[in-house]
Nanobody, 123 residues
Framework: HVQLVESGGGSVQPEGSLTLSCAASGDTSRATYMAWFRQAPGKEREAVAHVHPDGEIICATSVKGRFTVAKDNAKNTMVLQMNRLTPEDSAMYYC??????????????????WGQGTQVTVS
C-alpha cells in the first residue's frame, strides 16, 4: 500500500505564493499516477494537476501559468508550487495516487489513495 502525506498549506495574501509537498511512503515500487486535487466548501472536488509515471503533467486551465508540479521519484515526493494566488484558490488541497486506469484521468473517483489534505487560504 501507498500512503500519502501533504504539507505546506497555510494562509497567504492575494498574489502570494505557497509550496505544497506530498510525500509517498509504502509500496512505491510500481508505477503510480499521481495528482493534486482541491475542494472548497460547497464545491465539488476538482483536479489541479495529473502526473503520469513517465512525467507528463496535465494542469487545470484555471492554474496554468501560475502553478507548477514537480515530481522527484528518487525521494517519492511531489511538489505543487503555487504562484499569484487568488481567493478563488482557497481550498483544501489533496494529493492522490492510482496504479493504472485512464490517461488522462476522467474523474477523481479513479484515484483510490488519498492524503489527509492541507488547507490553503488566500485572503
Amino acid at each position: 500500500h501507498v500512503q500519502l502525506v501533504e504539507s505546506g498549506g497555510g494562509s497567504v495574501q492575494p498574489e502570494g505564493s505557497l509550496t505544497l509537498s506530498c510525500a509517498a511512503s509504502g509500496d512505491t515500487s510500481r508505477a503510480t499516477y499521481m495528482a493534486w486535487f482541491r475542494q472548497a466548501p460547497g464545491k465539488e472536488r476538482e483536479a489541479v494537476a495529473h502526473v503520469h509515471p513517465d512525467g507528463e503533467i496535465i494542469c487545470a486551465t484555471s492554474v496554468k501559468g501560475r502553478f507548477t508540479v514537480a515530481k522527484d521519484n528518487a525521494k517519492n515526493t511531489m511538489v505543487l508550487q503555487m504562484n499569484r494566488l487568488t481567493p478563488e484558490d482557497s481550498a483544501m488541497y489533496y494529493c492522490a495516487a492510482k496504479r493504472g486506469g485512464a490517461w488522462p484521468p476522467i474523474t477523481h473517483f479513479e484515484y483510490k489513495i488519498w492524503g489527509q489534505g492541507t488547507q490553503v487560504t488566500v485572503s
